[in-house]
């Protein structure tokens, strides 16, 4: 049967991924710029994968299954945070947010 | 050895002027009489050798310039060597007289002015002595500044600093041509040797030469206070009598006429010379005795009298007789030393108080001597025989007549108003009512000893000098015959004269008043000294004053500070333009410049921290493409 | 061949879906596209034959994760969310090309780099074991420090959203906390 191309599994992730990137400039709500985050990690977990299963290794997935982890951990955090500053500030869009800004 | 003569002055000026603080007063005229003293003594047999065979004693080469040496040295001939007795002489009986008439200012620093004689004494052997003009001149300068220093002795007083400065400015304007006479000189002779002059005299052209005489002769106007540098010499007498006696009679003064007699040869070759000589000195004997005649300060009368007899020494020489002249300098010395000796102890017998003649009278009683010893110097100075100055004035009398009638007449004109106007003097300040009585506390008395021996010396100098007139000729190798007419003449003149001041001013045959009143602007002209003295000082020195203030305004406040500050002002104006152009424009807007630069240029910068997290994505992003973008590069 | 066609029809959809959620205004339709998104991930990681993996990817992605979102998303009043754009025009197109470029570059790392890529050389060795088991026996032997490293992670992570998220005591009026 025909393997998938490696080609294939890492231009699916690029594009993933640049989307997952676009999506956080782009997006105004603190909530979706945390979703498109999740996107650039499975984008990642794609290319690691797909990498894999060319190789034959499955170190790959080991890694894989480590950043599903720690995003999900990093996602609880995230939104934690947002709810905190909602509370504090009520506002929900990252134009209200620059206060680091000089 | 006969360097001691001129030595002995040098060395007591020294000793006074150096030590005299510590020595004290007294011991410092004792030191100075010393010297003059010794002096004497040893002049005495230097004189009897000169009289046999002139000589000359060389003291040192001064400066040496190729082809010609200046040097110093001693001539001793008769006429140096009889002047030189008759000046040490004069000199120490004056300094005895001044320890009488200083003692009241003893205690005052007075070895000052005993310093200053011997000083004087110096520069005056200096010029009768010297066998060239250099060695003259520098006793001409020496005289000149004691002169200065002697008149200006009380210097508080600002008439007698005024005086000795018009001295010393008149003396020095004489000079100044006297300089140039030796400059002259040289330049004709080649040398300054009297001998060495006296020997190529004929050689020259007479026009140059009668310049340089007129040029030397300049120097003696000054020097004997002729016309027209006459009108310090009444200022002088603000100094100490002792140097009006000293000084300004017998012995500075005649140094104008010594220096002519001295050298006389280069005088005879130079006719027009004489002639100018002849002409100021008659001119000068005038003027004075009018003066004399006019004027009441005890000392300036016998001030302008010495004037008057230098004037007639003048013309004597000018007519060619030096030998008349040398002589009447000789016995004038006498007489009129004594004179002022005499007046001075009048002075001092009202401590210093009296000036005018009209503030004395009646002195006779009180002080016998002086009156003695004035009268004998009065008839010596009209020349009635014997006394030394018919002797000398008859012979002056006689070579005028000689050389033209009316010259003759001149001289007998002006010997009347001398017999006058000291006799004049003398009635007034003898004779009559005492008005001093009403003047000064003091009751007149006669003077000390220390005074007193000095006058009567020289009161009997005044009587015999002038039996030694045959020999005295034939030293100096001029016989002159007695004329006994003009001698009687003569006589009678003096007589007249004295006859007139007697009516006058003892009878009062003539009222003085009434004649004085009348007679107002004929002496106040003669009493002004024909208005030169006001000429003089308000015309000339004022005017210079004023000249120079003008020129001072103009050339050193206008020209030279206006420079200087407008060069003060362009420094600054440039300064401040270079600064204003390098610093502000360059340095200052580089720095600033730059400063601004950063300031905005990271403002501006600053606009990236947005605090946007979403541009901070971005900008992540674009790391990222950039990284990527340089791996490429490097991979491929 | 037919992983193949599996391959892209879910990588299509994975692409699709993940467009949803880069474009959509609406934020519920948002998660609802991420939620999409994660579903064909997992797909696509059963093609590849990490079943471990997608097994996982869909418990812990799919269903934890998006459900954690939605609560959110529920739990915090959204009233004044509706009035402003969702998104950021201008810097979306200014970004825009930055993205292409960034895709033309990796593509020119493809072509250049895709000559040194290995070929796999122990596959025969897994296909007998079955994926769970290989992954297992790695992962505990090789990568357990990693392993522990990360379920202390967790346990920090697991802290620290309690502490966030906790309601104060008392709500300060001016924004300092």
């Avoid at chain 2, 006058?420 to 008395?445: A, D, L, S």
Wanted: a neutral charge; glycine letters at 8%.
């Amino acid at each position: 049967m025909k393997m998938v191309p490696l080609e294939a599994y890492l231009i699916l992730s690029l594009l993933l991924f640049g989307l997952g990137v676009f999506g956080m400039i782009v997006r105004r709500n603190l909530v979706a710029i945390l979703m498109s985050t999740e996107l650039a990690l499975n984008a990642v977990n794609i290319a690691f994968v797909g990498a894999d299963s060319h190789l034959g290794l499955v170190d790959g997935q080991i890694f894989a299954l480590f950043i599903i982890a720690l995003a999900a951990v990093e996602a609880a955090i995230g939104l934690g945070i947002i709810v905190a500053i909602f509370r504090l500030r009520k506002v929900e869009s990252s134009d209200e947010l620059t206060d680091m800004g000089g | 050895m006969e360097v001691l003569i001129i030595l002995f002055p040098l060395l007591a000026f020294l000793l006074v002027g150096l030590f005299g603080r510590r020595l004290g007063d007294l011991p410092s005229a004792i030191i100075a009489v010393l010297g003059s003293t010794l002096s004497f003594i040893f002049s005495i047999p230097a004189l009897l050798k000169a009289l046999n065979s002139p000589f000359s004693v060389k003291l040192y080469d001064f400066i040496s310039f190729g082809t010609y040496t200046l040097t110093l040295g001693l001539y001793f001939d008769p006429l140096s060597a009889i002047t030189t007795s008759l000046v040490c002489l004069v000199s120490t009986l004056i300094f005895i007289y001044s320890i009488g008439y200083m003692e009241s200012l003893f205690g005052q620093w007075t070895y000052k002015f005993y310093a200053y004689l011997s000083l004087f004494l110096f520069s005056m052997l200096l010029i009768v002595l010297s066998d060239n003009l250099l060695g003259m001149f520098f006793g001409w300068e020496g005289v000149g500044l004691a002169s200065y220093l002697l008149i200006g002795y009380f210097h508080q007083q600002k008439y007698a600093t005024n005086s000795a400065f018009e001295a010393f400015i008149m003396n020095r304007i004489g000079d100044w041509l006297y300089l140039f006479g030796i400059f002259s000189i040289f330049y004709l002779f080649g040398s300054l040797n009297l001998l060495e002059i006296f020997s190529k005299v004929k050689e020259i052209d007479p026009n140059l030469l009668g310049l340089a005489v007129l040029l030397l002769f300049g120097g003696a106007v000054g020097k004997s206070g002729q016309v027209p540098l006459h009108t310090w010499l009444p200022n002088a007498m603000a100094g100490p009598t002792p140097v009006s006696a000293l000084l300004h009679s017998s012995t500075m003064v005649a140094a104008g006429v010594y220096m002519v007699a001295r050298l006389y040869p280069v005088f005879e070759s130079a006719p027009q010379g004489l002639k100018v000589v002849a002409l100021i000195g008659g001119l000068t004997a005038l003027f004075a005795s009018l003066a004399a005649t006019s004027h009441t300060d005890i000392k300036k009368i016998i001030a302008f009298s010495t004037m008057s007899q230098l004037g007639l020494m003048f013309l004597a020489l000018g007519i060619g007789d030096k030998s008349s002249a040398m002589f009447h300098l000789t016995t004038h010395a006498f007489f009129k030393a004594l004179l002022f000796l005499s007046a001075g102890s009048i002075i001092h017998a009202f401590h210093h108080h009296a000036r005018d003649i009209y503030e004395v009278g009646g002195l006779k009683k009180h002080m016998p001597i002086t009156y003695a010893t004035f009268f004998v110097g009065a008839l010596a100075l009209a020349g009635v025989f014997p006394f030394a100055g018919f002797w000398s004035k008859d012979l002056i009398i006689a070579s005028s007549y000689e050389a033209g009638f009316g010259l003759g007449v001149f001289v007998s004109f002006v010997s009347f108003l001398t017999a006058y106007y000291i006799f004049r003097e003398g009635f007034v300040m003898f004779y009559g009512p005492e008005r001093h009585k009403g003047h000064f506390e003091e009751e007149p008395h006669e003077a000390p000893s220390v005074m007193v021996v000095p006058m009567v010396v020289l009161a009997i100098g005044s009587a015999v000098v002038g039996f030694f007139e045959g020999w005295y000729m034939s030293a100096l190798e001029d016989n002159k015959e007695m004329h006994l007419d003009i001698a009687i003449s003569s006589v009678a003149i003096a007589l007249l004269g004295i006859g007139l001041a007697y009516l006058v001013f003892v009878k009062r045959s003539l009222d003085p008043e009434k004649l004085y009143q009348s007679l107002k602007p004929v002496h106040t002209t003669f009493r002004e000294q024909f208005f030169t003295e006001r000429l003089y000082h308000k015309g000339l020195a004022k005017g210079y004053m004023e000249l120079s203030k003008g020129l001072f305004l103009a050339g050193d406040r206008f020209l030279i500070d206006g420079f200087i500050n407008l060069l003060n002002f362009l420094y600054f104006r440039v300064v401040k333009f270079l600064w204003v152009k390098l610093d502000i424009y360059t340095l200052d807007l580089f720095v600033n410049g730059v400063a601004k630069f950063s300031f905005r240029f990271g403002r501006k910068a600053s606009l990236i921290q947005t605090g946007l997290l979403n541009n901070y994505v971005a900008f992540l992003l674009f790391g990222l493409f950039v990284l990527l973008g340089i791996i490429i590069y490097f991979m491929g | 061949m037919m992983q193949w066609v599996a391959f892209l029809f879910f990588a299509s959809m994975t692409l699709v879906s993940a467009l949803g959620v880069v474009l959509l205004p609406n934020i519920i339709y948002v998660i609802l596209s991420l939620l999409s998104t994660l579903v064909m991930v997992a797909g696509i990681f059963f093609v590849a034959g990490a079943e471990l993996v997608g097994a996982l990817q869909l418990l812990i992605y799919a269903v934890a994760i998006a459900v954690f979102y939605i609560l959110v998303l529920t739990a915090v009043p959204w009233e004044k969310a509706l009035k402003k754009d969702s998104h950021y025009r201008v810097e979306g197109v200014l970004t825009f090309p930055i993205l292409l470029a960034l895709y033309l570059e990796i593509i020119l790392v493809f072509l250049i780099g895709i000559s040194v890529s290995p070929k796999g050389q122990i596959r025969e060795f897994i296909q007998n074991l079955g994926n769970t088991q290989v992954v297992g026996s790695i992962l505990f032997s090789k990568y357990f420090f990693a392993f522990e490293l990360v379920s202390m992670v967790l346990l920090v992570g697991m802290i620290g959203a309690v502490i966030i998220g906790r309601k104060e005591e008392k709500t300060y009026e001016d924004g300092s906390s």
